[in-house]
């Protein structure tokens, strides 16, 4: 007893030396649970929870926490000897606390928490001492399935660090001051010699959340869609921050609010969660902070404009324009004129020069003007509403003016202008119809290339594909390029995912549970910044074009005082917050009903889809009940409607087989009665066993029939896997580069030249001798001195690197073998663990034109990683202009090239 009192004492001393656990938001409140309604792909833990309107409204009101985010999976993935871990399980299935998890020897053990989480680590530990804490343990989180390797603030290169420990056996990871980082895995390393087993009682992810409810939704018949809604949704919700919307999750230092970011965040959020007066908030909180980049001050213009339509708020709206004219002013000097660097930053995608911010290409420029076209009219029409007509006349009258200067360049004006630049031109107003149509099969019509890097841009893609009556191709593109993200295991959308959704058959073989629910993203290259934010609001612009023209309900006036109901689907189901009210819609072509609900004070055109070729006035029947406030009854009220071939006007024109092509048109208005209305339409004479939509599992066949198969400029041709370091007999006829082995491993003809970005020269530490295993492996000195090799390499950082090959000769094409080794193992998986694993990256064949600097898409991400990267490996392309060979680190120290040959 007396030895029992003793521990007792020493253990209450000790717990009293530390400072309870305190988190720095209340937890959840203010709000009642089943409030709402939910959707299976709707992975937030509060979806549910429904706060009241006194914390909604409050757009300053403070964060507040969710404590109880358990694991869904545990599993150790490193151990020193078998057994290192006893009972890991009980992690996932025993309350926070009392799970019950043995710790023998040093070793991995990483959590899955199923989807991202905008949080931190809590561990709970009895008999975790002061000495093996700060001598044995550390922990991580990342969004990926390894740590993610990149030098972040603090020294947290693997957003790894020793928990601090609290009172009561908890411990916290605090990588930065705001505790919160983007969550989707957790790591408990163990490391050394253990001088005594310790358990693990639990570990949770706590997550904080801005009082917001989920007000709109959707749900069609193809899942896919419905998990792109909701993933883009919840990438708003988790990056809505106390004052404003946050940029990132990931806090490698530019977490800040951007107004170009926001353009697209803003525009989820209103359809999504209704919260007006927040957007209304972010406005004015970042108008003086847009401009940083130039185009960044565009559009929070067009934000502005996309306030006013969904609000209807004219107060804001003039108060708002003063600042609307100075950054149109501004810009008006900046056309054409674009500067080198950050400023003219336009998106990451390789073709408006976002890697290496290499800006000022002619593609940016272009972009940026038809951008400023953009927002000067659209601006001008929305001054015009409310009443300013010396800002509508001024900007309209600019807009007119810049859309003559573009259209003097002759009938060919565009044929410069890539896909960025197109998209912004179209949705500008700026071509005819028939340019329209010749730009989308010039630019649009090739599944290689239609995707930008990053999501970001490609909602303008998605628009001007839609506003040039493409809705078909838009839709694909939904599936194509967010769609690859989240077959990839996503559950919010990345900063970047590859260009034509070819990071999906590149990177699904590295997924280590493709049979599960529950997928894991794996390891993904990174962009210039060296680490890729796998919750990046600016990428949520699905989320919209989803509810605008998937579902179809859209604003016909500010405010949606009018509307437009007008389903690009012809299955769904969903809803739409608006400042009269929730209208709703469940459109059902193929069992041949629909019902809309449309809010008080409300004027809506309707056009919903029917099946069938020879359609009667007769067919259908439509009935219209209103329902008065403050009363339970319901009464019919007349309808008027009449069948039409297809309502989609030239602009918007739905052309696809597998859609509707004939619709019900109903014209209605709610405006001279105090009710909400109710239309049903009952198709009389349909009856359909096959629903027309693709469902989920066909979704790629769609898509393949709508884009087609990728066609590459720079065609992968063969990988050899044979020849090893024995390249002189078969490679390099034309010339070669063996990269750091001197002037004699360098023979290149005289029409080529070659510059390196963001890449290293040098050669590997690890010797080159007869008697070194990989000997074989190692290059040949020269096609003269073949009993002499080594190996060197260029490299990139932590970021990706490039190097530039610009060629200018008489014949067409030729092929450039590139050949890549992992020559040391330097494939780190965890912080100081794991060395010989394989490095894994990736690269993409850029095409340019020397003359007018454009930039196009020849191959997109060719991966090397395993046995055959170690042993050496030749990648052989097809190039017939100047490539720029792109490479990025995916895991391992860095990424790398040995040499290349032409062929």
Request: proline share 5%; with cysteine.
């Given at each position: 007893?007396?030895?029992?009192?003793?521990?007792?004492?020493?253990?209450?001393?000790t717990?009293?030396s530390?400072?309870?656990?305190?988190?720095?938001?209340?937890?959840?409140?203010?709000?009642?649970?089943?409030?709402?309604?939910?959707?299976?792909?709707?992975?937030?833990p509060?979806?549910?929870?429904?706060?009241?309107?006194?914390f909604?409204?409050?757009?300053?009101?403070?964060l507040?926490v969710?404590?109880?985010?358990?694991?869904?999976e545990?599993?150790?993935?490193?151990?020193?000897?078998p057994?290192?871990?006893?009972?890991?399980?009980?992690?996932?299935?025993?309350?926070?606390g009392?799970?019950?998890?043995?710790?023998?020897?040093?070793?991995?053990?990483?959590?899955d928490?199923?989807?991202?989480?905008?949080?931190?680590?809590?561990?709970?530990?009895?008999?975790?001492?002061?000495?093996?804490?700060?001598?044995?343990?550390?922990?991580?989180?990342?969004?990926?399935?390894?740590?993610?390797?990149?030098?972040?603030?603090?020294?947290?290169?693997?957003?790894?660090?020793?928990?601090?420990?609290?009172?009561n056996?908890?411990?916290r990871?605090e990588?930065?001051?705001?505790?919160?980082?983007?969550?989707?895995?957790?790591?408990?390393?163990?490391k050394?010699?253990l001088?005594?087993?310790?358990?693990?009682?639990?570990?949770?992810?706590?997550?904080?959340?801005?009082?917001?409810?989920?007000?709109g939704?959707?749900?069609?018949?193809?899942?896919?869609?419905?998990?792109?809604?909701y993933?883009?949704?919840?990438?708003?919700?988790?990056?809505?921050?106390?004052?404003?919307?946050?940029?990132?999750?990931?806090?490698?230092?530019?977490?800040?609010?951007?107004?170009?970011?926001?353009?697209?965040?803003?525009?989820?959020?209103m359809?999504?969660?209704?919260?007006?007066?927040?957007?209304?908030?972010?406005?004015?909180?970042?108008?003086?902070a847009?401009?940083?980049?130039?185009?960044?001050?565009?559009?929070?213009?067009?934000?502005?404009?996309?306030?006013?339509?969904?609000s209807?708020?004219?107060?804001?709206?003039?108060?708002?324009?003063?600042?609307?004219?100075?950054?149109?002013?501004t810009?008006?000097?900046?056309?054409?004129?674009?500067?080198?660097?950050?400023?003219?930053?336009?998106?990451?995608?390789?073709?408006?020069?976002?890697?290496?911010?290499?800006?000022?290409?002619p593609e940016n420029?272009?972009?940026?003007?038809a951008?400023?076209?953009?927002?000067?009219?659209?601006?001008?029409?929305?001054?015009?509403?409310?009443?300013?007509?010396?800002y509508?006349?001024?900007?309209?009258?600019?807009?007119?003016?810049?859309?003559?200067?573009?259209?003097?360049?002759g009938?060919?004006?565009?044929?410069?202008w890539?896909?960025?630049a197109?998209?912004r031109?179209?949705?500008?107003?700026?071509?005819?119809?028939e340019?329209?149509?010749?730009?989308?099969?010039a630019?649009f019509?090739?599944?290689?290339?239609?995707?930008?890097?990053?999501?970001?841009?490609?909602?303008?893609?998605?628009?001007?594909?839609?506003?040039?009556?493409?809705?078909?191709?838009?839709?694909a593109?939904?599936?194509?390029?967010?769609?690859?993200?989240?077959?990839l295991?996503?559950?919010s959308?990345?900063?970047?995912?590859?260009?034509?959704?070819?990071?999906?058959?590149?990177?699904?073989?590295?997924?280590d549970?493709?049979?599960s629910?529950?997928?894991?993203?794996?390891?993904?290259?990174?962009?210039?910044?060296?680490?890729?934010?796998?919750?990046?609001?600016?990428?949520?612009?699905?989320?919209?074009?989803?509810?605008?023209?998937?579902?179809g309900?859209?604003?016909?006036?500010?405010?949606?005082?009018?509307?437009?109901?007008?389903?690009?689907?012809?299955?769904?189901?969903?809803?739409?917050?608006?400042?009269?009210?929730?209208?709703?819609?469940d459109?059902?072509?193929?069992?041949?009903?629909h019902?809309?609900?449309?809010?008080?004070?409300?004027?809506?055109?309707?056009y919903?889809p029917?099946?069938?070729?020879?359609l009667?006035t007769?067919?259908?029947?439509?009935t219209?009940?209103?329902?008065?406030?403050?009363?339970?009854?319901?009464?019919?009220?007349?309808?008027?409607?009449h069948?039409?071939?297809?309502?989609?006007?030239?602009?918007?024109?739905?052309?696809?087989?597998?859609?509707?092509?004939?619709?019900?048109?109903?014209?209605?208005?709610?405006t001279?009665?105090?009710s909400?209305?109710?239309?049903?339409?009952?198709?009389?004479?349909?009856?359909?066993?096959?629903?027309?939509?693709?469902?989920?599992?066909?979704?790629?066949?769609f898509?393949?029939?709508?884009?087609?198969?990728?066609?590459?400029?720079?065609?992968l041709?063969?990988?050899?896997?044979?020849?090893?370091?024995?390249?002189?007999?078969?490679?390099g006829?034309?010339?070669?580069?063996?990269?750091?082995?001197?002037?004699?491993?360098?023979?290149?003809?005289?029409?080529?030249s070659l510059?390196?970005?963001?890449?290293?020269?040098?050669?590997?530490?690890?010797?080159?001798?007869?008697?070194?295993?990989?000997?074989v492996?190692?290059?040949?000195l020269?096609?003269?001195?073949?009993?002499?090799r080594?190996?060197?390499?260029?490299?990139?950082?932590t970021?990706?690197?490039?190097?530039?090959?610009?060629?200018?000769?008489?014949?067409?094409?030729?092929?450039?073998?590139?050949?890549?080794?992992?020559?040391?193992?330097?494939g780190?998986?965890?912080?100081?663990?794991?060395?010989?694993l394989?490095?894994?990256?990736?690269?993409?064949?850029?095409?340019?034109?020397?003359?007018?600097?454009?930039?196009?898409?020849?191959?997109?991400?060719?991966?090397?990683?395993?046995?055959?990267?170690?042993?050496?490996?030749?990648?052989?392309?097809?190039?017939?202009?100047?490539?720029?060979?792109?490479?990025y680190?995916?895991?391992?120290?860095?990424?790398?090239?040995?040499?290349?040959?032409?062929?």
């Amino acid at each position: 007893m007396l030895f029992s009192v003793k521990i007792l004492v020493i253990v209450t001393s000790t717990t009293l030396s530390l400072p309870p656990l305190q988190e720095p938001w209340q937890q959840f409140h203010g709000g009642e649970w089943g409030n709402a309604t939910t959707h299976k792909s709707n992975v937030d833990p509060l979806a549910g929870y429904s706060w009241s309107k006194e914390f909604v409204d409050n757009v300053t009101a403070d964060l507040q926490v969710f404590p109880n985010n358990k694991p869904v999976e545990a599993q150790v993935v490193l151990e020193s000897v078998p057994g290192s871990f006893l009972n890991v399980p009980s992690l996932v299935n025993a309350p926070f606390g009392e799970a019950n998890v043995v710790v023998k020897h040093a070793g991995t053990i990483r959590v899955d928490f199923g989807h991202e989480l905008p949080g931190w680590l809590e561990l709970s530990s009895r008999d975790l001492s002061n000495s093996t804490l700060q001598n044995n343990v550390q922990m991580s989180i990342s969004e990926m399935s390894v740590p993610q390797n990149f030098p972040y603030a603090k020294g947290h290169t693997w957003k790894t660090d020793t928990p601090v420990a609290y009172a009561n056996g908890l411990f916290r990871l605090e990588l930065n001051s705001a505790l919160y980082e983007g969550v989707r895995f957790g790591f408990i390393h163990v490391k050394g010699n253990l001088s005594a087993t310790f358990t693990i009682n639990g570990i949770r992810c706590v997550h904080q959340i801005k009082p917001i409810n989920w007000e709109g939704s959707f749900n069609s018949s193809n899942d896919l869609l419905n998990k792109i809604w909701y993933a883009g949704a919840w990438t708003v919700k988790t990056n809505v921050l106390k004052s404003g919307y946050g940029a990132i999750l990931d806090d490698r230092g530019d977490r800040d609010a951007f107004a170009g970011d926001d353009h697209v965040t803003q525009g989820a959020s209103m359809v999504a969660f209704r919260n007006y007066a927040f957007v209304n908030h972010s406005l004015f909180t970042t108008m003086t902070a847009a401009t940083n980049f130039y185009s960044y001050s565009l559009l929070w213009v067009l934000s502005v404009v996309d306030y006013w339509n969904a609000s209807g708020d004219q107060s804001s709206v003039l108060l708002l324009l003063t600042e609307c004219a100075s950054i149109l002013d501004t810009a008006a000097g900046r056309v054409g004129k674009l500067p080198k660097g950050k400023a003219a930053f336009i998106g990451w995608d390789e073709r408006v020069g976002g890697f290496g911010f290499v800006c000022n290409l002619p593609e940016n420029n272009y972009t940026y003007w038809a951008m400023f076209v953009e927002a000067c009219r659209k601006s001008s029409e929305m001054a015009k509403s409310v009443g300013n007509m010396v800002y509508a006349n001024k900007y309209s009258t600019i807009a007119n003016q810049e859309t003559v200067k573009i259209r003097a360049a002759g009938a060919t004006w565009w044929s410069n202008w890539g896909i960025h630049a197109c998209s912004r031109a179209i949705t500008a107003g700026i071509p005819s119809k028939e340019e329209q149509t010749q730009m989308i099969a010039a630019r649009f019509m090739n599944s290689a290339k239609i995707c930008s890097v990053s999501n970001f841009n490609q909602l303008n893609i998605a628009m001007a594909l839609t506003v040039a009556g493409r809705a078909d191709l838009a839709l694909a593109t939904i599936l194509l390029c967010w769609g690859a993200e989240i077959k990839l295991g996503a559950t919010s959308f990345w900063e970047i995912s590859g260009y034509g959704g070819q990071w999906l058959p590149a990177l699904q073989r590295f997924i280590d549970n493709p049979e599960s629910e529950n997928v894991h993203p794996p390891p993904l290259p990174a962009h210039s910044g060296g680490s890729n934010s796998l919750c990046h609001p600016w990428s949520a612009g699905a989320t919209t074009w989803l509810t605008h023209y998937g579902l179809g309900i859209r604003p016909r006036s500010p405010g949606f005082t009018s509307i437009t109901v007008q389903p690009v689907l012809d299955v769904v189901q969903g809803a739409v917050p608006t400042p009269r009210g929730t209208i709703k819609v469940d459109i059902n072509a193929l069992r041949g009903y629909h019902k809309v609900e449309i809010p008080r004070d409300t004027h809506a055109e309707l056009y919903l889809p029917v099946l069938g070729r020879e359609l009667a006035t007769n067919q259908f029947t439509v009935t219209c009940t209103r329902k008065p406030d403050q009363s339970e009854d319901t009464m019919k009220v007349p309808c008027l409607y009449h069948v039409v071939p297809t309502p989609w006007t030239s602009k918007e024109r739905n052309v696809t087989s597998r859609m509707s092509t004939m619709w019900v048109h109903v014209n209605v208005s709610t405006t001279t009665v105090s009710s909400s209305f109710k239309i049903n339409i009952v198709n009389n004479f349909v009856s359909y066993e096959q629903e027309m939509f693709p469902t989920a599992i066909e979704s790629d066949e769609f898509t393949r029939e709508t884009l087609g198969d990728p066609q590459w400029d720079t065609p992968l041709l063969f990988v050899d896997n044979e020849t090893l370091g024995n390249w002189s007999t078969r490679y390099g006829s034309l010339g070669y580069i063996l990269f750091g082995l001197g002037k004699e491993a360098v023979q290149l003809p005289s029409w080529v030249s070659l510059s390196l970005s963001d890449l290293t020269e040098g050669t590997w530490n690890l010797s080159v001798t007869p008697d070194n295993d990989k000997f074989v492996s190692a290059l040949e000195l020269s096609r003269n001195n073949t009993q002499q090799r080594g190996i060197g390499s260029v490299h990139t950082g932590t970021g990706p690197g490039c190097f530039d090959l610009a060629e200018n000769r008489p014949t067409k094409c030729l092929n450039l073998s590139l050949y890549q080794i992992d020559w040391d193992g330097e494939g780190s998986m965890f912080p100081g663990e794991g060395k010989g694993l394989e490095r894994r990256q990736a690269l993409d064949m850029i095409t340019w034109n020397v003359n007018d600097t454009m930039l196009d898409i020849g191959y997109a991400t060719a991966v090397a990683d395993g046995s055959t990267f170690k042993a050496g490996q030749y990648l052989t392309f097809r190039i017939c202009q100047s490539i720029r060979v792109r490479l990025y680190p995916i895991y391992g120290d860095n990424a790398v090239i040995s040499a290349f040959f032409l062929n």
